[in-house]
């Protein structure tokens, strides 16, 4: 059964870093387009960064030039590089494939990671 398992949360000061990572089981990375998102209690998810199955990454603006993703293909885990981190950041993240993840005809989401940035 393919699944995700978001990890590497925490609570960090502004201007702080962190790594997410995304563990697959079930699927390989590298034939999928991965998608990291996040969602901020009250709000709407959020999509933040998707690395394509070409290797192209493409990023919400608000964390240009702060956030990578990139892909470990011997691990099948993608990670999410989060630098200078802001109180507006803090969110749960979540990542999957585009589309998502599907089991017995539902989207499969995982756990997320919470992030906590204060100020």
């Known amino acids: 059964q393919a699944q995700v398992v978001e990890s590497g949360g925490g609570l960090v000061q502004a201007g702080g870093s962190l790594r997410l990572s995304c563990a697959a089981s079930?699927?390989?990375?590298?034939?999928?387009?991965i998608d990291w998102y996040r969602q901020a209690s009250g709000k709407q998810r959020e999509l933040v960064a998707r690395l394509s199955d070409g290797g192209s990454a493409t990023y919400v603006d608000s964390v240009k030039d702060r956030f990578t993703i990139s892909r470990d293909n011997a691990k099948n885990t993608v990670y999410l590089q989060m630098n200078s981190l802001k109180p507006e950041d803090t969110a749960v993240y979540y990542c999957?494939?585009?589309?998502?993840?599907?089991?017995?005809?539902?989207?499969?989401w995982g756990q997320g990671a919470q992030v906590v940035v204060s100020s």
């Open positions: 999957n494939t585009k589309p998502p993840l599907r089991i017995n005809g539902k989207e499969f």
């Open positions: 079930g699927f390989t990375f590298t034939s999928n387009t």
